[in-house]
């Protein structure tokens, strides 16, 4: 099941968006903040991906747009075809990486302390957007390669978004889709991947092409545990937990569980995960007598040990 989950990160700073898909317009975007111009052929996709197709191109404003006013003072370290593209970085943030390509579109909002992310795109009309009050730690984000070029990959992070060291986006098909909601935390080494590009998987008997990403979804208040690794098509739903290590391949729909195995299977149901005590009374004021009293009954357990 393809399931997509409300966005709205960016609908304070960039407006909002329409509640129906616009047409395609001669723009880097239509109304909506999609990259413009479908639906196109596969064939021309592919071409749009190497530069060929111009006529499939989608035109961009002339020059990247870099910090024009306060609220896009950050700092950009990007090597490549900036006049091609749209770029809009947040105060605090530091974009480094490099743009190869023209229509590509990176928006990340401001956030309150000094972070870093790391950025390559190779391919034209692609999209980076991330909402607001991130923490980034260094986070690789990787559309393309230079050798093989992706066209319209879209990747969506919402606002309040935190990721641990060592974690890589990977959006390697033409066309693939990462959306992730708000208030998601991810620990360290994670890697989420869109496909497997250029390399191609059929079915021996039929000759079905199988390597199909129809998008990766996760919803809001997700948390992902250590050393994750999440492939082409997958749902992750709102409020669910995935475990240290585990290998997420298929869609889930059940909201408040524990996800954790390799591949990832349900093993606990009906779970509200807070991400710190100091929230717990705003966030789930209903577990706080018990929290509170766990932690007497830990405290008065060592005390008597200790004695």
């Known amino acids: 099941m393809r399931q997509k989950f409300g966005w709205q990160a960016f609908t304070t700073v960039f407006g909002s968006p329409s509640a129906g898909k616009a047409s395609p317009v001669s723009s880097v975007e239509n109304q909506d ?15 749009e991906a190497q530069g060929v197709a111009e006529s499939q191109k989608v035109s961009a404003p002339s020059g990247a747009q870099v910090g024009d006013a306060a609220a896009f003072a950050g700092v950009i370290n990007l090597d490549g075809d900036l006049d091609d593209n749209s770029i809009q970085i947040g105060q605090n943030i530091t974009v480094s990486g490099t743009v190869r390509g023209s229509g590509n579109v990176i928006r990340i909002a401001p956030t309150r302390n000094p972070q870093k992310i790391h950025i390559a795109i190779y391919g034209n009309n ?4 991330i909402g607001p009050r991130s923490l980034l730690q260094s986070m690789k984000v990787e559309i393309g390669s230079p050798r093989w070029r992706c066209s319209r990959a879209r990747l969506k992070i919402g606002r309040g978004f935190s990721i641990g060291s060592r974690g890589r986006l990977i959006l390697a098909n033409s066309g693939n889709v990462m959306e992730i909601g708000d208030n998601c935390m991810f620990s360290s080494g994670i890697t989420l991947r869109g496909g497997e590009y250029p390399h191609l998987l059929f079915d021996k008997n039929t000759g079905e092409y199988l390597d199909v990403s129809d998008g990766i979804f996760i919803g809001n208040h997700v948390w992902i545990g250590e050393g994750v690794f999440v492939s082409k098509a997958v749902t992750i739903p709102h409020e669910c937990i995935v475990g240290a290590k585990s290998v997420v391949t298929k869609r889930f729909e059940e909201e408040n569980c524990v996800i954790a195995g390799n591949p990832a299977r349900i093993v606990k149901r009906g779970i509200q995960w807070v991400a710190n005590e100091y929230s717990l009374a705003s966030d789930f004021d209903a577990g706080q007598d018990s929290f509170e009293e766990s932690n007497l009954r830990r405290i008065n357990r060592a005390e008597a040990a200790h004695d």
């Open 126 to 129: 692609n999209k980076v957007t």
């Open 33 to 47: 903040g999609d990259v413009a111009g479908w639906p196109i052929s596969s064939k021309d996709l592919v071409q």
